[in-house]
């Protein structure tokens, strides 16, 4: 009798528990987009762009931590697309990275369905085209991840949302811009900046309530400098990360890069400029924007508010402002800063290098000597399938080399759950910025010249700020420190367009060789086979 009851206790206990987790499921959320062209005069003169459902910038996802995302992407462009999800970890699921070294481009009039969840983060985030140079034509967009009401945020709730892509914009076709880099010509300066991909922008409040902004530098290769006119702002995320609320005047924004501050209309009321101004550039660009008290009749005056006078040095010492709020929570129920970074020993030390070399007569862009391309099979392809010959994990060194330039499909091979320190030295006179797939980092120094290992002693080991895109000065360097607990093959690359589309990019292959479903998921069922992986099944 006993024998006969602890069975069927088991299976009533497990059919409880298989209901309750089926109930407990985060919701879906179902989209679909069709990508094509279309003609806007966004600078006064007609030119094409990529629009997603009619819409330029993109639309809008709004969507809670730990959302499941099924979207349908059908693309009506004449080229191959694919969209990345800028920021977004993907834990788990580099099969839906969206970038060329993880999945097949969608070829023209055919569609493929991303599935990913929004995993236990929050914040402001962006998606933009990773095919050619696509960005410049647009297919942008804002993708942002509000906090679960159960989880409570370091701030009180603002009375309104505010999502601007600024960034700066260019004239020519993008298939232009593309031909030119392809015959060995660096990128051309902007022709302007937008906000919302306008030139002109109203946002609206009321006298004394408390707004979300929410900005994002979607633009293809310019540093932004943001301000509102007599007005202060309170930095309260960046980049899915709680921050000290420190007021600013100004806030430099670097290319794919986010943040999110609060702005109290505490000014008497009228209209005051939004402005958003290239920065450490020659000829400075500028665009507005309006912010409107709604009980006022009074149109913007003055002058537009300039960006700060000072360049580089200014800019470093605002970033290093920049730092964790420790006992805030984080997208689970936990205080950001219970993972202490700081006390962890790196298992090995990076240093990338950035060049401009010209290999075969033409200008390229490199890392550690080496000026990435891609192979016609995603890496990531080669690698479940075991295709040889697509990617080399020796054609990249993990200090720079000081060799001649070359071509090669760079991959760096690590281990999951390493924990590494990175280092990206820029030797150039150009402003960079740096961008990794599948993670954040903590982002614990800055520094101008040469980095060395006496340079620690300079790092922030107690709250530096968690990001997934870093700015790296001139003659100068910038060190991270990242733990490599999300297996796949993740992109590491330049996030100026030009840079990345020329060779400024690689890739960092996380790896365990017993395949387990609780590290990674296994293939799609509706895998794109392309290249060499044709003819193949999962």
């Known amino acids: 009798m006993v024998k006969s009851f602890i069975p069927h206790l088991v299976f009533g206990v497990l059919a409880v528990l298989g209901v309750s987790l089926m109930n407990a499921e985060d ?3 179902y989209f679909t987009w069709t990508v094509t062209y279309g003609t806007r005069s966004i600078l006064g003169v007609p030119q094409q762009v990529i629009l997603i459902n009619g819409q330029f910038p993109g639309p809008k996802l709004d969507v809670v931590t730990n959302n499941n995302i099924i979207l349908n992407l059908i693309n009506k462009l004449d080229q191959p697309f694919l969209m990345t999800w800028n920021g977004i970890k993907q834990r788990k699921n580099s099969w839906q990275d969206g970038v060329l070294g993880t999945n097949c481009p969608i070829p023209p009039n055919s569609n493929y369905t991303y599935k990913f969840q929004a995993k236990d983060q929050i914040g402001s985030y962006t998606y933009f085209p990773s095919t050619l140079m696509h960005r410049a034509a647009g297919g942008f967009g804002a993708l942002n991840i509000i906090h679960r009401s159960v989880i409570p945020i370091p701030y009180a709730n603002p009375d309104g949302d505010f999502t601007l892509l600024v960034g700066d914009w260019f004239k020519a076709n993008h298939k232009t811009l593309q031909q030119s880099l392809d015959s060995g010509k660096s990128m051309p300066f902007p022709d302007g900046v937008l906000i919302n991909g306008q030139t002109q922008a109203t946002f609206a409040g009321d006298q004394g309530k408390t707004y979300m902004f929410r900005i994002s530098n979607v633009g293809l290769s310019t540093s932004l400098n943001f301000r509102i006119q007599g007005h202060k702002m309170k930095l309260v995320e960046v980049e899915g990360s709680h921050v000290i609320q420190n007021l600013y005047d100004s806030l430099d924004v670097h290319v794919g890069q986010s943040i999110t501050i609060l702005v109290t209309l505490d000014q ?8 958003a101004s290239t920065r450490f550039t020659k000829t400075v660009l500028t665009a507005t924007a309006v912010l409107h008290y709604a009980n006022s009749n009074a149109p913007v005056s003055g ?8 360049g580089f040095d200014w800019s470093m010492e605002q970033a290093r402002t920049y730092r964790w709020n420790l006992t805030s929570n984080a997208a689970r129920p936990n205080p950001q800063g219970s993972f202490h970074y700081g006390t962890i020993t790196p298992t090995k030390t990076i240093v990338l290098a950035n060049s401009a070399p010209l290999i075969n007569g033409k200008l390229r862009y490199a890392v550690n000597g080496v000026s ?6 995603p890496l990531k392809l080669a690698d479940y399938f075991n295709i040889p010959g697509v990617f080399s994990t020796n054609s990249l060194s993990e200090l720079p080399s000081g060799r001649a330039a070359t071509l ?6 690590t ?7 990175v280092v990206f030295q820029n030797n150039e006179n150009t402003m960079q910025a740096w961008h990794l797939d599948g993670y954040d980092f903590w982002v614990v120094g800055f520094g101008s010249g040469q980095w060395t290992p006496d340079k620690r002693k300079s790092y922030n080991l107690v709250d530096a700020l968690t990001r997934h895109t870093t700015q790296v000065y001139p003659n100068s360097w910038t060190a991270i420190l990242v733990s490599l607990d999300n297996q796949g093959m993740w992109n590491v690359r330049s996030t100026l367009w030009d840079r990345q589309y020329l060779g400024q990019q690689f890739y960092l292959r996380v790896w365990n060789p017993v395949r387990s479903l609780a590290n990674e998921y296994d293939i799609p069922s509706n895998v794109l086979l392309c290249g060499q992986a044709v003819g193949r099944h999962p």
């Open 27 to 29: 919701p879906y959320l």
């Open 268 to 275: 008497p009321p009228k209209n005051y400029y939004i402005v």
């Open 372 to 377: 990435y391309i891609n192979p016609d099979t």
């Open 303 to 310: 002058p537009v508010p300039a960006a700060p006078a000072n």
């Open 415 to 421: 281990s999951l759950h390493d924990f590494i320190e």
């Open 408 to 413: 090669a499909t760079s991959v760096m091979a």
